[in-house]
């Protein structure tokens, strides 16, 4: 259908529409240069811009719920052992274990008659056995292990 009106825009008419179909065909080549050939370059400046990342130190151990009140804390367990390679009062520390954990003084002169250089006496003890001390040798030859020092 060829009006007169049709006739007189005709080639205004074709430069529109090969103005708006050449702004398409850049529209798509730029995007497609963004979006498959730059990715990597334009994902950093994407990750610099909108990432924030802070490192923060958590305390650990304890779990309270949103009123405070605890609802998990840190059990503190000890390890003792002595070195029998070396002199040390063996008649002491086996009483002193025997008195603390109920265990018969044969029990611990008998594990005390082992040479060894790190001989374990008890293992996993828990803080209630324990007495807070300055120092981390208990009698002669016995050492406790743990960030705090303990004594029975």
């Not at 825009?9 to 065909?25: D, P, Q």
């Not at 998990?72 to 040390?88: G, K, L, M, Q, S």
């Not at 040798?137 to 960030?147: H, R």
């Amino acid at each position: 259908m060829r009006t007169s009106l049709y006739n007189n825009y005709r080639n205004e008419i074709r430069m529109l529409v090969l103005l708006v179909a050449a702004f398409n065909i850049f529209l798509l080549t730029k995007i497609f240069f963004i979006q498959v050939i730059h990715h990597d370059k334009y994902k950093n400046i994407l990750d610099e811009e909108t990432t924030l990342i802070r490192t923060e130190q958590g305390e650990r151990g304890k779990i309270y719920d949103m009123k405070g009140i605890s609802l998990a804390d840190n059990i503190t367990r000890y390890d003792f052992w002595v070195n029998t390679a070396e002199p040390f009062d063996k008649y002491d520390i086996a009483a002193a274990f025997a008195k603390a954990f109920n265990q018969d003084v044969q029990y611990y002169l008998n594990l005390l008659n082992n040479k060894h250089h790190h001989l374990k006496i008890e293992t996993n003890v828990e803080k209630l056995y324990c007495k807070r001390r300055s120092t981390t040798t208990l009698g002669s030859g016995i050492w406790i292990i743990n960030s705090e020092t303990c004594t029975i």
